[in-house]
């Protein structure tokens, strides 16, 4: 029952997407995201649209166990990354400012090919890893409402990475604003009645919510909190979903909509972490990922709607991903025409490849989806130094920073490797990446300070 219930909603929501879809595609709408009369989106648009593709399943699904685990502090830490609205908005509004139309215009007018290509390179291992994090949950998922059929997880995810290709590939970034809209409506409506169970059922207690340590405690939950502020400065500028939507409107709705998307989303990721929480504070035992254990504490109506929610947040991140990939590949790769069919090849390519991770099997391609943070750090010195203080930075220094955040991303993924376990200090996952990202910092800031100087024909204090 719970089973059919589930696939007939979520199958409701695809045939919805479909028909929200814009009719005709441009090759405007399809890279530009705009309307079928050539207008920008408007504010809202931008901001659901926001929203609902940083809210994806996946980050859900880690609020939560970040909740079980280590409390409010758990899920506060992983809240604390929806600041990245906040900084991401500064950064576009300072890239608009030296008339840069995208991160890669501005990094091409100071580091040439080099730069562009170290920063493409990340940015394209980001949307590799959102289309696989969220496609293995649609897996998880369906494994757990159909334990009897044994190929139930496989299968769900193909038809999930087909559908969603299906409109994607259809109308581009266009498609993805217009059905993000509907998508992040009935989420915030399924939630919402999940929640609302949640918060008036017998056992909650917001108190004990608010002061829960997990079932880990809430040391290693503060230590990601400080993981948290150190990446949150570069985390938006390596998303390319975020960054592509703040170069299509107007610049005063551009900054509304990150600060109305900051609100929101980081609300929504707190009331889910709370789901997980509440699982600690019964002694629910945890099973599949959180699923198993909330199929035993909810009523099977509580326990669809979270999961149609989880579902809902998957597709609509897959379309804005695949749109973002589309035009990493053809506007500043130029592997492809500038056509709809180039964007499109683009689209299945990296469906394929996302998909493909997930029938790996292999669970240690979770941390590809953690680590990302810790590789864009290198923008951070690079941004303050060169962006905000408008300094000039050596390549070579740049090629440091980028080599660090790397190094390190690659050290906290390969943690459990004897020699990298005998460079890393002794303790827990967090504490090293904590340690990981001091090392990165300290070390690209070093370079980019040692590398920065004033730009040509600007009069120092002391000669002016």
Same mark, same amino acid.
């Given at each position: 029952?719970?089973?059919?219930?589930?696939?007939?909603?979520?199958?409701?929501?695809?045939?919805?997407?479909?028909?929200?879809?814009?009719?005709?595609?441009?090759?405007?709408?399809?890279?530009?995201?705009?309307g079928?009369?050539?207008?920008?989106?408007?504010?809202?648009?931008?901001?659901?649209?926001?929203?609902?593709?940083?809210?994806?399943?996946r980050?859900?699904?880690?609020?939560?166990?970040?909740?079980?685990?280590?409390?409010a502090?758990?899920?506060?830490?992983y809240?604390?990354?929806?600041?990245?609205?906040?900084?991401?908005?500064?950064?576009?509004?300072?890239?608009?400012?030296?008339?840069?139309?995208?991160?890669?215009?501005?990094?091409?007018?100071?580091?040439?090919?080099?730069?562009v290509?170290?920063?493409?390179?990340?940015?394209?291992?980001?949307?590799?890893?959102?289309?696989?994090?969220?496609?293995?949950?649609?897996?998880?998922?369906?494994?757990?409402?159909?334990?009897?059929?044994?190929?139930?997880?496989?299968?769900?995810?193909?038809?999930?990475?087909?559908?969603?290709?299906?409109?994607?590939?259809?109308g581009?970034?266009?498609?993805?604003?217009?059905?993000?809209?509907?998508?992040?409506?009935?989420f915030?409506? /399924? $939630?919402?009645?999940? +929640? #609302?169970? &949640?918060?008036? =059922?017998?056992?909650?207690? !917001?108190?004990?919510? %608010?002061?829960?340590e997990?079932?880990?405690?809430?040391?290693?939950?503060?230590?990601?909190?400080v993981?948290?502020?150190?990446?949150?400065?570069?985390?938006?500028?390596?998303?390319?979903?975020?960054?592509?939507?703040?170069?299509?409107?107007?610049?005063?709705?551009?900054?509304?909509?990150?600060?109305?998307?900051?609100?929101?989303?980081?609300?929504?990721?707190?009331?889910?972490?709370?789901?997980?929480?509440?699982?600690?504070?019964?002694?629910?035992?945890?099973?599949?990922?959180?699923?198993?254990?909330?199929?035993?504490?909810?009523?099977?109506? /509580? $326990?669809?709607?979270? +999961? #149609?929610? &989880?579902?809902? =947040?998957?597709?609509s991140? !897959?379309?804005?991903? %695949?749109?973002?990939?589309?035009?990493?590949?053809?506007?500043?790769?130029?592997?492809?025409?500038?056509?709809?069919?180039?964007?499109?090849?683009?689209?299945?390519?990296?469906?394929?490849?996302?998909?493909a991770?997930?029938?790996?099997?292999?669970?240690?391609?979770?941390?590809?989806?953690?680590?990302?943070?810790?590789a864009?750090?290198?923008?951070?010195?690079?941004?303050?130094?060169?962006?905000?203080?408008?300094?000039?930075?050596?390549?070579?220094?740049?090629?440091?920073?980028?080599?660090?955040?790397?190094?390190?991303?690659?050290?906290?993924?390969?943690?459990?490797?004897? +020699? #990298?376990?005998?460079?890393?200090?002794?303790?827990?996952?967090?504490?090293?990446? %904590?340690?990981?990202?001091?090392v990165?910092?300290?070390?690209?800031?070093?370079?980019?300070?040692?590398?920065?100087?004033?730009?040509s024909?600007?009069?120092?204090?002391?000669?002016?």
């Amino acid at each position: 029952m719970q089973a059919a219930l589930l696939i007939g909603l979520f199958g409701l929501v695809i045939l919805a997407s479909l028909a929200v879809a814009p009719r005709r595609a441009s090759v405007e709408g399809f890279y530009d995201g705009a309307g079928e009369g050539g207008q920008a989106p408007g504010l809202w648009t931008l901001v659901l649209s926001q929203v609902t593709t940083w809210i994806f399943a996946r980050s859900l699904m880690n609020a939560a166990i970040l909740g079980y685990f280590y409390g409010a502090a758990g899920t506060l830490a992983y809240a604390a990354y929806y600041g990245s609205f906040l900084s991401g908005g500064f950064i576009v509004a300072k890239l608009r400012g030296q008339d840069a139309r995208s991160v890669q215009d501005w990094l091409s007018a100071r580091f040439g090919g080099v730069g562009v290509t170290c920063y493409n390179v990340v940015i394209g291992l980001r949307l590799l890893s959102e289309v696989f994090a969220n496609l293995i949950v649609v897996g998880l998922i369906f494994t757990a409402v159909l334990p009897e059929m044994t190929s139930a997880g496989p299968l769900s995810i193909i038809v999930v990475a087909v559908l969603g290709l299906a409109y994607s590939a259809w109308g581009g970034l266009s498609a993805a604003l217009r059905t993000d809209v509907m998508q992040m409506l009935v989420f915030l409506v /399924v $939630f919402a009645v999940a +929640l #609302v169970a &949640l918060i008036t =059922s017998p056992g909650f207690s !917001l108190g004990a919510v %608010l002061t829960a340590e997990g079932t880990s405690g809430s040391y290693n939950g503060w230590v990601l909190l400080v993981v948290a502020f150190l990446q949150v400065f570069s985390y938006p500028a390596h998303d390319p979903v975020m960054m592509d939507r703040g170069f299509i409107a107007d610049e005063k709705t551009t900054k509304a909509s990150f600060l109305h998307a900051f609100w929101i989303s980081t609300l929504c990721i707190l009331a889910f972490g709370m789901f997980g929480i509440q699982a600690s504070l019964v002694g629910a035992e945890y099973e599949g990922e959180l699923i198993g254990t909330w199929a035993g504490m909810f009523p099977a109506w /509580v $326990f669809v709607a979270l +999961l #149609v929610s &989880l579902l809902v =947040s998957a597709l609509s991140t !897959l379309d804005s991903a %695949l749109a973002s990939a589309a035009r990493l590949t053809v506007e500043e790769l130029r592997l492809l025409p500038r056509t709809l069919n180039g964007g499109r090849i683009a689209m299945v390519a990296f469906m394929v490849g996302g998909a493909a991770l997930t029938l790996w099997g292999n669970k240690a391609l979770f941390d590809a989806v953690a680590v990302s943070g810790t590789a864009s750090m290198f923008l951070t010195p690079v941004l303050i130094v060169g962006l905000v203080m408008n300094r000039v930075i050596a390549l070579w220094a740049y090629i440091v920073a980028f080599a660090a955040a790397m190094l390190g991303a690659v050290a906290y993924f390969l943690r459990g490797n004897e +020699l #990298v376990a005998a460079i890393l200090p002794e303790g827990h996952k967090y504490e090293q990446l %904590l340690a990981i990202c001091v090392v990165v910092l300290v070390v690209g800031f070093a370079a980019v300070l040692a590398g920065a100087r004033r730009p040509s024909g600007v009069a120092s204090d002391a000669g002016a």
